[in-house]
């Protein structure tokens, strides 16, 4: 079974700074999908970016970027110029290709504050 | 378009009761996930129903269950509530089941057990 380990209980940057997310991933499959996923307090879950693990290239999105690490099965989350809208709790998640449907393994999250 | 509905928003229950949630997905999409989250084990995938049918299910017993409609609006029901099934209950949707499409979460039900 694939789990999904995310270190950082908890984060905080300050306004218009960068910050780095961790995330690790256990797995047997050289097909798959990760993604960040953002939570604001209002609880609606909002999808931040996704990496297909066959590709080498890092997904970017605006000012969020990933950089995906196949061999060591790392895949941190970078967010430049902060902003107070970015505090929310981050989680990680994968989804396996062979398994198909739509599950996702989704690590502990991160939360992360934003000082003005 | 209307985003992913869930109701009721809140709920609270006693120990032993049975509880059914709603949720209503994006028009168009035809598959809806399940999904519980809770302070200590996290997010926990619950299952997926595409097509009216269960395509996939996670390490829940099997007082949980779940069935999809025709309109792919998709209900879970939890029996024989106990403390420890209280939780958010999110659900979401995408346009199908194979392909990586992205998920769209519905705001949650809060689910209190007593």
């Known amino acids: 079974a694939q789990t999904v380990t995310q270190s950082q209980p908890e984060m905080s940057v300050q306004e218009a700074e960068t910050v780095t997310l961790s995330c690790t991933y256990d797995?047997?499959?050289?097909?798959?999908?990760l993604f960040w996923y953002k939570q604001p307090p209002s609880r609606q879950m909002i999808l931040v970016i996704r990496?297909?693990?066959?590709?080498?290239q890092n997904a970017t999105e605006n000012r969020f970027s990933v950089n995906f690490q196949k061999a060591a099965k790392s895949f941190s989350l970078k967010i430049s110029d902060s902003q107070l809208g970015d505090a929310a709790m981050y989680f990680c998640a994968y989804r396996s290709e062979s398994e198909g449907a739509q599950k996702l393994v989704f690590g502990q999250g991160t939360r992360l504050t934003i000082n003005p | 378009k209307a985003g992913v509905t869930q109701t009721p928003r809140y709920l609270i229950k006693t120990r032993g009761q049975q509880v059914t949630l709603s949720c209503s997905p994006i028009s168009g999409h035809r598959s809806v996930s399940w999904y519980q989250q809770t302070p200590g084990q996290g997010l926990q995938f619950l299952f997926e129903y595409f097509s009216e049918t269960q395509r996939n299910k996670g390490n829940f017993p099997g007082r949980f269950s779940g069935r999809q409609f025709s309109n792919s609006r998709s209900e879970m029901n939890v029996s024989t509530l106990e403390l420890g099934d209280s939780a958010l209950y999110l659900c979401?949707?995408?346009?199908?089941?194979?392909?990586?499409?992205?998920?769209?979460f519905g705001p949650g039900t809060r689910l209190t057990v007593l």
């Open positions: 990496q297909e693990a066959y590709k080498q």
């Open positions: 979401a949707s995408s346009l199908d089941s194979d392909e990586v499409n992205e998920q769209f």
């Open positions: 797995t047997s499959e050289s097909d798959y999908y």
